[in-house]
């Protein structure tokens, strides 16, 4: 996970945001046992592959990268 949030730091824009977000939705997942443990990574990664270029000085851009990347985490999670 670590290289994940390395990555995306990087990166910069809003890819933190969509880090965060996907990671918080699959450990929740986990702790619901809907996932294993091993999946956190792979789902957070999966959510990282799109396109989280954008103005991360905008709040409202902000939270709605932040409410996709939570959907795009979800539907790997309820595949």
């Known amino acids: 996970m670590l290289t994940f949030?390395?990555?995306?730091?990087?990166?910069?824009?809003l890819y933190p945001c969509a880090y965060n977000a996907a990671n918080?939705?699959?450990v929740a997942a986990f702790l619901?046992?809907?996932i294993k443990f091993t999946d956190?990574?792979?789902i957070t990664?999966?959510?990282?592959?799109a396109?989280?270029?954008?103005?991360?000085?905008n709040?409202?851009?902000v939270l709605?990268?932040?409410?996709?990347?939570?959907?795009?985490?979800?539907?790997?999670?309820?595949f």
């Open 45 to 49: 990664e999966q959510v990282l592959q």
């Open 5 to 13: 949030a390395r990555e995306a730091a990087k990166k910069g824009a």
């Open 64 to 78: 709605e990268a932040d409410k996709k990347a939570r959907e795009k985490a979800s539907s790997f999670i309820n």
């Open 24 to 26: 918080e939705e699959a």
């Open 32 to 34: 619901n046992q809907k």
């Open 59 to 61: 709040l409202e851009t």
């Open 40 to 42: 956190i990574p792979k």
């Open 51 to 57: 396109d989280w270029t954008g103005d991360c000085m």
